[in-house]
């Protein structure tokens, strides 16, 4: 079992960005009170899998975009290296002809053999075996990618017989797999980061109560919004770079998203001015700054990197500079919704007043950035940390930010839609970044 364990946790790795651990603090296993400072409640996570979080699982991570569909299906020499190996669809697959040679490929061909392959010695093709599928293959049933697909099926279910299941045609089927026909072929082989992703869930739920046992820790009570909040909400969500996921506990309940909104703005500032214009304001190094202490700059006279406050506070003065406060905050956050594929993402506007309200550290830091020049020409403080507090204020939920991981290391590229919303040049910066960027003194 800890064979078994220690191979889950490194594959879910595979999902953030390896060794940079400011994302694993934003999205992908996002926990639901990442804001409300558990310590207690996450160090026997994070000693379990912090240790096998290496630098090696990004080496040979393939970007899933739109010039990236691939077709082909795992060899055997792929099946002798991966741990997670699905063998339950070996009988599924094994009815389907050899396409490895993608060239070689027939949708028309393919139609056939799904048909063949799923109504197992009956005359037609179950509807539920057909759901089944794509719910094993980590898929989900709102996944844009199987709408068209999709939309067919519930019109088909408003009359549902008493058997509680449909029977398919060989035509029934092929008129709902053919407008997302690529995507139905990669359900059938499993084609997919983690092919047994059945398994792997298992192993992640066993974790999530694991942790969930943990009672330990205390909400954070700066202000009163985050202080009423409980501190027995938990939850883990994941998606991985091709769209598989998966979600246990509180999950779909919005939490503001405070620091851990840092590394996103940092890529979206960098996305849209340039590396080497961001760091004109900003360093690239480890900070010796504590939560609440002073702040030191580094050798050139900058705050030491994007994600501690100071940083933070740089960062958000270089988004969209041109444009209004109102329209810099909505352009952000339509950035944020593109991230997650049009997952919940909002604005808690108490959280906002409170937040300001008890900002005096965050605008002696400020007055103390302008004094030494560390701003751009121009900036207004005050519309500044505006800007700052708000994003600091937004809301997701544990199961968006986990879509927002993976399209960050999926290079830009929205696993569930194929939109690209950064460069790949800001993947790799992200994970070029020290792991160390996100950690106090």
């Given amino acids: ?43 026997p996570f994070i000693t379990s899998c912090g240790l096998i979080a290496k630098t090696r699982l990004l080496r040979g991570l393939p970007i899933v975009g739109p010039h990236h569909l691939q077709f082909k299906s795992a060899s055997a020499e792929d099946f002798q290296h991966v741990p997670f190996v699905s063998r339950s669809h070996d009988k599924l697959a094994s009815h389907l002809a050899d396409d490895s040679n993608m060239c070689d490929f027939n949708y028309g061909t393919f139609e056939v053999q799904m048909f063949e392959a799923l109504r197992d010695g009956q005359d037609s093709v179950s509807l539920c075996h057909l759901l089944r599928e794509i719910k094993n293959s980590g898929l989900r049933r709102d996944d844009p990618r199987l709408a068209e697909s999709m939309a067919k099926i519930e019109n088909l279910t408003t009359d549902v017989p008493e058997t509680g299941d449909i029977c398919l045609s060989l035509a029934d089927l092929k008129n709902i797999i053919k407008d997302n026909i690529v995507m139905m072929r990669k359900v ?52 991985t770079i091709d769209g598989q996921r998966h979600a246990i506990g509180d999950v779909g309940i919005p939490f503001t998203i405070h620091a851990g909104g840092r590394p996103i703005n940092y890529a979206l500032a960098v996305n849209e001015l340039g590396e080497d214009l961001v760091h004109q304001y900003v360093g690239q190094e480890p900070s010796d700054e504590t939560i609440a202490g002073l702040v030191h700059l580094d050798g050139n006279g900058k705050p030491q990197n994007p994600l501690i406050n100071a940083g933070a506070l740089i960062i958000a003065s270089l988004l969209h500079p041109a444009h209004n406060i109102d329209e810099r905050f909505e352009t952000v956050t339509a950035q944020y919704r593109k991230l997650c594929g049009g997952g919940p993402v909002s604005f808690s506007n108490s959280a906002f007043l409170a937040e300001r309200d008890v900002a005096d550290h965050n605008y002696a830091l400020g007055y103390f950035l302008r004094h030494h020049k560390c701003f751009p020409a121009g900036v207004d403080l005050h519309e500044t940390m505006d800007l700052y507090l708000q994003l600091c204020s937004v809301e997701i939920t544990a199961d968006s930010g986990a879509v927002i991981a993976a399209a960050l290391a999926n290079g830009g590229f929205c696993p569930i839609t194929g939109q690209q919303v950064c460069d790949c040049e800001v993947y790799v910066l992200l994970c070029s970044s020290p792991r160390c960027f996100l950690m106090y003194s």
């Fill in 1 to 43: 079992m800890s064979s078994l364990l220690h191979t889950a946790v490194c594959q879910s790795w595979l999902l953030l960005l390896g060794h940079f651990y400011a994302i694993l603090s934003v999205c992908c296993l996002f926990v639901f009170l990442a804001q409300q400072n558990l310590a207690r409640m996450w160090r």
């Fill in 188 to 239: 059938l082989f499993r084609d997919f980061v983690i092919q047994q992703f059945t398994e792997f869930c298992g192993v992640v739920d066993e974790i999530y109560w694991a942790c969930r046992a943990n009672a330990g820790g205390q909400v954070s009570a700066y202000v009163p919004q985050l202080s009423r909040q409980s501190k027995d909400m938990w939850g883990v969500a994941l998606c």
